[in-house]
């Protein structure tokens, strides 16, 4: 499910050091690029975030950066974007984040079957760590479709 939602050109890296608000719009942009989401629904994760939305902190350095379908999503979509360091949410020490994934559901469906398929890869500590540590989208991409087919 999840290596179906996540292809290469959605996943990026970048040593550039970003504010909380640069990451969760380069993030975006693949979904933004590909007619996926609108960019309506990055304003809606930014000022979701800005209103206190540091829940999209999962913890480990990972951040899901989301907001509601009629918010402007077209297709369901993921993408990553795995930083050189990290850019807090809402500038918090404490809500550091360095891998930032956006998610766009089209529907309800949709956003059980994503969020279950990702919250199964990213519960798993190995291969949450092997995407930490991937330097390439096709590694990332490896990772992920070999869980899958470990399942």
């Known amino acids: 499910m999840l290596s179906h939602l996540l292809p290469e050109r959605n ?3 970048t040593q550039e050091k970003l504010t909380w608000q640069e990451a969760v719009t380069q ?6 690029e590909a007619g996926d989401v609108t960019p309506e629904y990055v304003r809606a994760m930014l000022d979701s975030i800005t209103a206190g939305g540091t ?3 999962l913890g480990h ?3 899901l950066a989301h907001a509601r379908p009629e918010h402007g999503v077209v297709r369901t979509g993921i993408s990553m974007l795995r930083l050189g360091e990290p850019a807090p949410l809402l500038d918090l020490p404490e809500h550091a ?8 559901a089209a529907d309800a469906d949709a ?3 994503a969020m279950a398929s990702l ?11 092997a995407l930490r540590d991937a330097a390439s989208a096709p590694e990332v991409v490896k990772l992920i479709t070999e869980f899958e087919d470990s399942e």
């Open 111 to 113: 956003h059980m079957r």
């Open 55 to 57: 829940y999209i902190d």
């Open 61 to 63: 350095g990972i951040a």
């Open 97 to 104: 984040v360095d891998l930032y994934f956006c998610f766009a």
């Open 27 to 32: 993030v975006a942009r693949p979904l933004v």
């Open 119 to 129: 919250a199964r890869i990213l519960s798993d500590a190995h291969t949450r760590q």
């Open 11 to 13: 996943i990026h890296f």
